[in-house]
């Protein structure tokens, strides 16, 4: 095979320092280098190899999984990788498995959740993974409201004992990943009673399969909850159903940083505030919607790299065609994709700084930006999955028919990521929540109090509600000044109207009820304007390498315009623009357009992405896409044979005129 | 098991008479009997069970293709079914076959391009399954651009036979479903080259295997392309890859309806119009039309259904929570897509009424209409498949968690659904041609040149591009006349200003390219007033049944008021409506939902879908959800046993720190 670069000349036309690109991607010199190293180590292992997992059964690639997930922990251990390496190894796999619920979730809620003594006692064997732990909290009859949950866990005086117990059918736990078939442990969300007593949602450690055999333990029926989208994809996770039968589990195996119960039941609620646990949820957060980026940038480097390979249509007379990355109605689907791919990325990378600035100010007892900083992360994991999950489908759309092969890679990407939508926080109840801290902070604004954080914006209100864009040319709309007011009067006069308009009904709740659509809307400007306005404060910054800034500066621009032109109603119905300055807004962002077009190859570069990683015939690094097409067609099952198994019994006799006389 | 309609209560409230709406929905009485009877017919029949078709290996789930087609076959003939009945029977058996390319696009090729005698030779051999056909027209590296296909065909006047040739990798036949492992025939696009000059594309009919054994014949390399997209879904279908070294056919297999080759090698163009083509292009695509009103609206019955039993919040101290349909957000997704399957489904019917009209017309060689039937198809068929994708997905979606399981059925139906969106013509290519008609009618508005068909509308341009919409209270928003005249006005003033816009540049085909986003946008402007004109036309028949009409009148009004709220930025833009207006909407929208709430069960049941064609836990029709999503898990193969296979080798050892000894 030929090895030529088929995107030479693509790479040639680029305008920017990739290296430097590379790093600010990455976040720095530092991330940078991690992830290269270890992408590449986990590409240049056999057993992490990736193919031929959309013919393998469940069961070979449950096994599959459980192989690679060993494989991985012995070359953390034998290399004796830092936390953050290991971190990257299994992100690097690319499958999902037990071990994200042990590391994701097991382990941080029993930090965030239990006692000093507690943490002593768990942390190290789940650090070494002498225990592996789940998180199940859904119940197959409740999810999104977690006070409706009905597992109970009993207080026994006379034992000292809690008894978990399922009393319907609905109470099964349902959908905690890692639990169906590996989980030797799990941090267990029930309802605590004590003394005939409801106190609500608590967590506990429980133990429930056997540390010798793997069986569950008396009283416990476990199981997978059987096929999820996809081929491949979700279905290397054993995510399960559980039942308790009056399972006994010792008191001390409640998690009681945040309220405890008593050698003689009493119920007692700590110092400690309860919104600790919200730390958690942005922490959590905050990762979803760094991966958000991840498989954005995935979708679109596939996408990218295959429309400038593709050709179709614009020779005259047989010569060749025209490459369809060309074409105005592929870049203005695409580029704005490859411009969120960045936006994401560096709004959270503001997240993790957030995180870390709550994380510090709770230490100190300082609580006041917790709120506000849960509010925003549950807004921006809710815009920026929904982004990605319609992105990927997008770019598979993008790729034509052959983006509906398997070896496309767009598939297992679209189906392994759309649960992002749903798990930690359904979308739309999430930006439910933001709207209620909206139209709170919106009833504040009066007395006084100054919103703080993202929200600071609303401090300007008086100006934000009468201010007029001053847009009069194309290029106008170049001037991060303008734009971001724009965004922040939409945003601003969305959330005052709801308010007005809430105000007209007799109760806050019945009005919050019927107005929620509008609500929502008000939210994503709210989402959206927050990520514009990180961008344009990571270009304040001083970024090196030649030519990096200025496209950045571009994809900040097509960002923020191509969602200005998509939410055009909101902008004109808001009185936020005119129709003259809506239609400029178009004009800016086709010219926008032909400046990313000659980097669009290197700006998918950037990203670093192995082909490994990658894992997409459409999106090779080297283009060599028709060849590769046909060699991976021939791997199906199916051509084992030229005539297939079934002929004799049902082809042929249709040929035949046979039928009638055939039993089938 | 109890037998309980857990709908109950949601099916009395319903304020229509339900058995007249299915005969609305099925198009007649007639219409609804035999699909009545069919799909019944169908679900009863062992053999067409659809259980664990997600946990089937390739090979298993391609035999099991095999084996019902080959059932089908046979009860067909033995019931004697009429060809509508045939039709229905394999829709109802729901499994993308090779028959559907036999029965859909092999036999209508043959007959729209072949001779009389053509006719009288193939089509008793395809009628009977003597031969099974395909159509193999798009090649590895040739989709959306026929003309710029690779194969040739070469005529050898000294054996009076064409050579048909792959000359290069990317002109190998790639995608034609039946041909990997099934067809014993194709009707192949290739390039007709006669004594060294090339003809273009033209169709030929080969034999690909022989009728004794099935293996290939000399010189034809034929296999499965591999895995698509989902679990089950359209890995039934064998999508194939083909190549030619040199195959030799009898010149009368060139089909020359519209051209010939003469024994000495002689190309000639009979006088038959070339737009022949174009009717079986509106015959095929009024059909998946009609096909996305099915899949659109089997979403949206599981979606509705489960709304109606799922529960979550809203509870006061552990009382029953509110049913999720019930929340505005909910509704305002949900809604706006049924309301959208019956405007498909109505406007399906009248693209049926336009292709009879087309095919008459040809018949009596008047070609007028037909530039028009053939633009507005191809508009309708990629609004109508791209909404239906999205909404699917949407579906999904609004099933929180639980549509993510296999067992809810929605996976696999976006899965099967979305190639709609790139076959039969890219979604994106076809609103461009569209628009280049579009163009073309505004050119010529002044030319005296009466425009006829959907879009006789352009006719008063003049007064579209000044009225005002006169809406000044909630309740306007109801009237017909107001709606189609905003959604004219906005159609007519997008496209107007694009062909103004057009003008400013120095060559159309350059100004084209430049503004094809915008273009795409009036072309969408375009086909979705043809969407609302349809069903307002259709409440002005007379339709039958308590309450029927005023539920349809409902669906309409809100199917046309969420498109305006969605697009209010064209609205806006174009000066078709006010900021006062567009929120007039939306409380209009808010009342229209509350409608439709009790009546939301009754107007899925109105599809009249058995369980066994919806194929969903999520959607059964007695709401019994929760049991059988239980049983279903437990199906799953990795509910073999209790201690996965893996175990020992992989599990154990992390447990029980052995790693650095084991090997892996
Ligand atoms: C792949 C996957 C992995 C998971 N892993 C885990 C895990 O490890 N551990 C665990 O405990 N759980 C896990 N879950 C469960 C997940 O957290 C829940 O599915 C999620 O919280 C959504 O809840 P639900 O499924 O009950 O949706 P529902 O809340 O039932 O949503 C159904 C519909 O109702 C709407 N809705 C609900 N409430 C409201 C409201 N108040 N207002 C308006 N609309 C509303 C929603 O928007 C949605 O459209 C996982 C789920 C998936 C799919
Ligand atoms: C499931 C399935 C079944 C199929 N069955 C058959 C079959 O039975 N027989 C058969 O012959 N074929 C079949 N096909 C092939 C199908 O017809 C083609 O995939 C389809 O025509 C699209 O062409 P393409 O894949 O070349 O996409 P491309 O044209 O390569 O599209 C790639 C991208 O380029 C864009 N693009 C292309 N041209 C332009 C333009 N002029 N302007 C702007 N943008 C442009 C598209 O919008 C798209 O985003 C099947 C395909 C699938 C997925
Ligand atoms: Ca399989």
Same sequence: chains 1, 2.
């Avoid at 369809?324 to 411009?339: C, M, S």
């Avoid at 670093?608 to 590769?628: E, I």
Wanted: overall charge neutral.
């Amino acid at each position: 095979m030929e090895e030529v670069d088929h995107l030479a000349h693509e790479r040639s036309k680029t305008q920017f320092d990739v290296a430097a690109m590379k790093i600010v991607w990455a976040g720095s010199k530092h991330e940078f280098e991690i992830s290269d190293r270890v992408s590449r180590l986990v590409a240049s292992d056999p057993v992490f190899r990736k193919d031929n997992r959309a013919v393998l059964s469940r069961k070979e690639l449950f096994k599959n999984t459980l192989r690679k997930t060993a494989h991985a922990w012995k070359r953390i251990n034998e290399l004796r990788l830092t936390e953050e390496e290991a971190w990257e190894l299994r992100f690097y796999i690319d499958e999902p498995a037990f071990t994200d619920l042990h590391w994701g979730m097991f382990i941080p809620s029993i930090k965030g959740l239990g006692t000093e003594e507690q943490l002593q006692k768990w942390l190290p064997l789940a650090n070494t993974m002498r225990i592996i732990g789940c998180y199940a909290q859904t119940e197959l009859g409740h999810g999104s409201n977690v006070q409706g949950l009905e597992t109970t866990a009993t207080f026994d005086p006379k034992t000292d004992e809690f008894i978990l117990h399922s009393p319907t059918l609905t109470s099964s736990k349902w959908w905690p990943g890692g639990l169906g078939k590996v989980s030797t442990h799990a941090v267990v969300y029930a309802r605590l009673i004590t003394d005939g007593q409801d106190h609500g949602v608590n967590g506990f450690i429980v133990q429930l399969r056997s540390l010798d055999d793997h069986s569950p333990l008396p009283g416990i029926t476990i199981g997978d909850v059987g096929m999820k989208f996809g081929n491949g994809a979700y279905n290397s996770m054993d995510n399960g159903v559980l039942q308790f039968d009056h399972v006994r589990i010792p008191r001390d195996q409640m998690l009681m940083r945040v309220s405890q119960v008593t050698r003689e039941g009493k119920y007692l609620r700590s110092d400690v505030p309860r919104q600790l646990v919200y730390g958690t949820m942005v922490f959590v957060r905050q990762y979803i919607v760094f991966n958000a980026s991840y498989a954005l940038s995935r979708a679109v480097c596939i996408a990218t790299r295959y429309s400038a390979v593709r050709r179709q249509f614009g020779s005259q007379d047989g010569g060749i065609e025209t490459q369809v990355i060309d074409y105005k109605t592929q870049q203005n689907r695409l580029f704005p994709l490859l411009a969120s791919a960045y936006a994401f990325r560096f709004v959270s990378e503001w997240l993790k700084w957030l995180y870390t600035d709550v994380t510090q100010r709770l230490q100190a007892n300082d609580f006041s930006t917790l709120p506000e900083a849960h509010a925003c992360t549950a807004g921006l994991k809710s815009l920026t999955t929904t982004a990605t999950a319609d992105g990927i489908e997008e770019c598979r759309k993008l790729c034509g028919g052959h983006g509906y092969l398997c070896s496309s890679g767009l598939p297992e990407l679209f189906a392994v990521y759309i649960p992002a939508c749903t798990y930690e926080g359904d979308n739309i109840v999430l930006l439910l929540q933001l709207a209620r801290f909206l139209m709170k902070t919106v009833s504040q604004l009066g007395s006084g109090k100054k919103p703080i954080g993202a929200i600071s914006y609303m401090g300007q209100v008086e100006h934000l509600m009468q201010c007029r864009c001053s847009v009069q040319s194309v290029e106008d709309w170049l001037k991060p000044s303008i734009v971001l007011e724009a965004f922040q009067a939409r945003a601003a006069r969305m959330s005052v109207t709801c308010a007005e308009n809430l105000s007209k009904f007799s109760s806050i709740e019945e009005g919050f009820m019927e107005l929620s659509a509008d609500l929502v809307e008000a939210a994503i400007a709210h989402c959206q304007l927050i990520v514009v306005s990180k961008f344009i404060e990571k270009l304040q910054q001083d970024i090196p390498g030649k030519g990096v800034k200025e496209q950045l500066e571009v994809l900040c621009n097509i960002y923020a315009l191509s969602l200005l032109h998509k939410h055009q109603g909101d902008f004109l119905a808001t009185g936020c623009i005119t129709p003259e300055q809506a239609s400029l807004v178009n004009a800016q962002l086709r010219s926008l357009y032909s400046q990313v077009r000659p980097n669009a190859i290197a700006l998918v570069d950037a990203f670093n992405y192995t082909d490994h990683f990658l894992g997409s015939v459409l999106g090779r690094y080297d283009g060599n896409v028709y060849p590769k097409l046909y060699e991976e067609a021939w791997k199906d099952p199916l051509n084992d044979s030229v005539v297939p198994d079934g002929y004799h019994e049902y082809i042929r006799p249709i040929l035949k005129q046979q039928l009638r006389m055939a039993r089938l």
